[in-house]
């Protein structure tokens, strides 16, 4: 049977590019998937049955390396997190909660700050470029863009190569502008800002992953809230990079690096190798686990 990989979902059908070639069949999912509670995803690999006549079949999906749910994707190397330096406002908060996301599923994560000109003369600049400095030193790869020009988007380039790349972010961040804008060819539909709401549109109405610089890039609804149900309050600061090299270092074993003594983690806050916002934002972040364990 010949193997593929899924690069569309639309309507109960699944469009399967074969290994190999670049012809793409549609497919519909069988009838026992349901029974087994599988559900395939954009980003399976598959074996499938193919018709000329008819639809094709779904007959396998091969095991997953990861899955997201929001956007609904498998199979991922590499997120590109598209957060706006204004309209809407820079949430590292949000960032922070997106890149726990990213981490717990072994994505390589790209940090994009977009609309950086739109910021430039005003007090809100430096205070992103600190940010993004400090975003930096943490060894997460961050690329401010900008509206009006195209010299920050050759940086992208060299990223897509052998990669299936996933864009995310808040509604109205620029996701689907920034892929038409290295790519036109893609005419992804935009919307403004919606001046009534404060946030952006829906645009993008399904996932597809699109072959582009010698990878697959998906371009994904926007959404801007994620909850941690499949995070465990223990491993949480395995996902702050910058928190889980000091784990070992703690006098206790099982350390939420609250308000145990001779914390490694706390240290760390304190003599600036982690910064304070990171860590309220693990604080946070932990008390919403706790809370939500309590709850279910």
Known sequence: M???????????????????????????????????????????????????????YILDVKERKNELVRPPIANIDQAILVFSATEPDFSP???????????ANDILPVICVSKMDLVQETKDFAEIQTYIDSYKKLGYEVIPTSTKTDESLEMFYP???DKATVFAGQS??????????????????????????????????????IPFGNGLVADTPGFSSLDFMNIEAEDLSM??????????????????HT??????????????????????????FLQEIKDQKRRY
């Open 239 to 256: 996902y702050f990079p910058e928190m889980n090299e000091r784990r070992g270092e703690c006098k206790f074993r099982v350390c939420s």
């Open 2 to 56: 010949p193997e593929g990989r899924i690069v569309k979902a639309l309507a109960g059908f699944y469009y399967v590019k074969e290994n190999g070639n670049s012809e793409v069949f549609q497919c519909r999912g069988r009838g026992n998937f349901r029974k087994k509670k599988v559900n395939p995803l954009v980003g399976d690999w598959v074996e499938f049955e193919s018709s000329n006549i008819t639809d094709g």
């Open 93 to 103: 908060l949000l960032l922070d909660r997106f890149l726990v996301h990213i981490e």
């Open 159 to 161: 990223l897509f190569k």
């Open 172 to 209: 109205g961040v620029g996701k689907s502008s920034l892929l038409n804008a290295i790519n036109p060819e893609l005419m992804l539909e935009t919307n403004e800002i919606s001046s009534h709401l404060g946030r952006g549109k829906h645009t993008t109405r399904h996932v597809e992953l």
């Open 259 to 284: 308000s145990e003594p001779k914390c490694a983690v706390k240290q760390g806050v304190e003599e600036g190798a982690i910064p304070k916002f990171r860590y309220e934002h693990y604080v946070n």
